[in-house]
T-cell receptor
């Protein structure tokens, strides 16, 4: 059974710092991995999608890496801003039309 | 990408009543899913909404409590039946896009409070 773990559960950093959020999964047989952002009481916004054959994806100040063999992914946020404050969720899918398994998220707070 | 409209965005309901949540997608999608997010928790899959047939429910969720419809490739409903305060959660509709990368998209969620 696939399990997704995110560390840390919560993180507070001063504005401007670079930071790394970690995600690990127990079954390396994944189709893809996706990072989402969730603002309080809201839905999920897709940030980055990494296919199983890819090593990383970049979008603006965000960079996500994937090491499938070790069951790990990281989300790197450069030059953090207060607007980055949200919960970040990592999710993996086993097959193309399969369900997504979520981690519990990292609650990020960027201090002005 | 897919744009998902979910209604209502929030509601406060009396225990014992039922609420139907609607999910409308701006394009045809292969897969539609319904998730629940209890306060302070991550997302838990309730069921996969199958077009033209009964939904596929995850362990711990049953059709009598969470009936789902999916009459076509762009629309689905989830009903939360005979509600109790424990059903207070955010309910989210999710779709998988067509295409090679099969990205998942989510609606903005329905925040349900049962009193």
């Amino acid at each position: 059974k696939q399990e997704v773990t995110q560390i840390p559960a919560a993180l507070s950093v001063p504005e401007g710092e670079n930071l790394v959020l970690n995600c690990s999964f127990t079954d390396s047989a994944i189709y893809n991995l996706q990072w989402f952002r969730q603002d309080p009481g809201k839905g999920l916004t897709s940030l980055l999608l990494i296919q199983s054959s890819q090593r990383e994806q970049t979008s603006g100040r965000l960079n996500a890496s994937l090491d499938k063999s070790s069951g790990r992914s990281t989300l790197y946020i450069a030059a953090s801003q207060p607007g980055d404050s949200a919960t970040y969720l990592c999710a993996v899918r086993r097959g193309r039309d399969d369900k997504i398994i979520f981690g519990k998220g990292t609650r990020l707070h960027i201090l002005p | 990408s897919a744009v998902i409209s979910q209604k209502p965005s929030r509601d406060i309901c009396q225990r014992g009543t039922s609420l139907t949540i609607q999910c409308q997608v701006d394009s045809q999608v292969t897969m539609m899913f319904w998730y629940r997010q209890q306060p302070g928790q991550s997302l838990t899959l309730i069921a996969t909404a199958n077009q033209g047939s009964e939904a596929t429910y995850e362990s711990g969720f049953v059709i009598d409590k969470f009936p789902i419809s999916r009459p076509n490739l762009t629309f689905s409903t989830l009903t939360v039946s005979n509600m109790s305060p424990e059903d207070s959660s955010i309910y989210l509709c999710s779709v998988l896009s067509w295409g090679r990368n099969t990205e998942a998209f989510f609606g903005q969620g329905t925040r349900l409070t049962v009193v």
